[in-house]
């Protein structure tokens, strides 16, 4: 069973940071662009950033452009979020996502691009 389980999550003030983490299993990590979306309560979730499958090219969404930075370490099967001078408007649930990388486009359309979810973290940016 393929397996992306965030963590990292929590309550931050605005201006500060805080790293998320996703650990996947269940697949050829090396194989998969991944991908950070959000979303906040009443909202659609929404594109953070994706990383393709060797490290090498990232894309962001304009909102978090140069806030935040997507890695991964396909060694440990993992996949991060930093996320600096951070903005009560990036409080919202993060979802880590898969998408393989056969017949796959760069970047990714978008979340009905992505074959796997992660159940999400929670972040919080008080004012």
């Known amino acids: 069973q393929v397996q992306l389980v965030e963590s990292g999550g929590g309550l931050v003030q605005a201006g500060g940071s805080l790293r998320l983490s996703c650990a996947a299993s269940?697949?050829?990590?090396?194989?998969?662009?991944m991908g950070w979306f959000r979303q906040a309560p009443g909202q659609e979730r929404e594109l953070v950033a994706y990383?393709?499958?060797?490290?090498?090219?990232?894309s962001y969404a304009d909102s978090v452009k140069g806030r935040f930075t997507i890695s991964r370490d396909n060694a440990e099967n993992t996949v991060y979020l930093q996320m600096d001078r951070l903005k009560p408007e990036d409080t919202a649930v993060y979802f880590c996502?898969?998408?393989?990388?056969?017949?796959?486009?760069?970047?990714?359309?978008?979340?009905?691009?992505?074959?796997?979810w992660g159940k999400g973290t929670l972040v919080t940016v008080s004012s």
């Open positions: 996502a898969a998408d393989s990388v056969y017949g796959s486009t760069w970047p990714p359309a978008g979340a009905g691009d992505m074959d796997y």
């Open positions: 269940g697949l050829t990590f090396s194989s998969y662009i």
């Open positions: 990383i393709t499958w060797s490290g090498q090219t990232t």
